[in-house]
């Protein structure tokens, strides 16, 4: 897969605070990466210095392979923090706005977004009689103004009622599957995150602590029965009989039987009747949130 974005040692220092601590990360085309983690971590400042908005202090980034930034302006769209709206001015008028500073002079786009994100009706609105909902649509419709490969949207569920977080996450899912659209999303709250991202990066305090596929994810999250210390072709003739076919052999030697791991008990016996006895026999896998909350060395919520 094509790299979309790629950062080199990123790092931010405001005084004495290091608040992004030389963070390399990877996304690749068509990605949905969920950049998770605390209230303060980091994210907002990461995602200002990759949408160019804020200088970073040292460390690079290059977006779909070029390290000149400024050609591949015009292929990312941002919404970091909340949209800069115009009040007075009615949605279609804001779209006009962001339209002209982007030099676009074909208005034919304007409706045509409006549409895709599901606000026409509210077009002749003036956005401050928006709901918050529809403020956010407004905002990633303003972010895709020049048809952007790339989104950033930087906690664009946050503070939506739960009819609004479903419609938020179709409405990205949709721009992702149906346009190609790379996107960055930021998230403290890991229930956005998880039905969504199709890679992570989770960050604490400042530093990029992990970064796993969601396939990587599944994986290291099965739950399994795992045994040491036994001549694993005798342990597989024991698992077949048991009708325990999901297994693998691991790390030379360590067989691994992903099933229910209320089972370990029964293989273990099962073995020991045939004079096998373990070094270890134990059960591994942990529920996503609590992957998370150990990477993040805790504080991270599900909603
Ligand atoms: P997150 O988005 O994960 O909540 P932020 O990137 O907003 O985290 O903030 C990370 C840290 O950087 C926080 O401790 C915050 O107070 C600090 N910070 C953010 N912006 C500035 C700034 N302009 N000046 C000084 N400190 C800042």
Known sequence: MASVLRTDSLTKVYGKNTVVD???????????????GRNGAGKTTLMK????VAAPTSGAYEFFGEKDNTKTLSRIGCLIES??????????????????????TDKKNIDEILDYVGISEAKKKKTKQLSLGMKQRLG????????????????????????????????LLKLNKEKGVTLLISSHILGELERL?????VIDRGVLVDEITYEELLEKTRKAVRIEGLDPRK????????????????????????CDTGLSGKINRALGEKGMYAESIGTVGQDLET??????GGGVQNA
């Open 22 to 36: 030389h963070v390399s990360m990877n996304i690749e085309q068509g990605d949905i990466y969920g950049l998770i």
């Open 140 to 171: 990633i419709g303003i972010a895709l103004i020049g048809y952007p490969d790339m989104l950033i949207l930087d906690e664009p569920i946050n503070g939506l009622d739960p009819t609004g977080i479903v419609d938020i996450r179709k409405l």
């Open 197 to 201: 991202a199709t890679r992570f990066g």
């Open 49 to 52: 210095m990759i949408g160019g």
């Open 235 to 258: 342990v597989v003739v024991t698992l077949e009989e048991m009708k325990l076919n999901d297994y693998k052999v691991i790390d030379g030697g360590k067989v691994m039987v992903y």
């Open 291 to 296: 992957y998370f909350v150990e990477k993040m």
């Open 83 to 104: 949209p800069s709206l115009y009040p007075e001015l009615t949605v279609w008028e804001n779209m006009m706005f962001y339209n002209k500073l982007l030099g676009i």
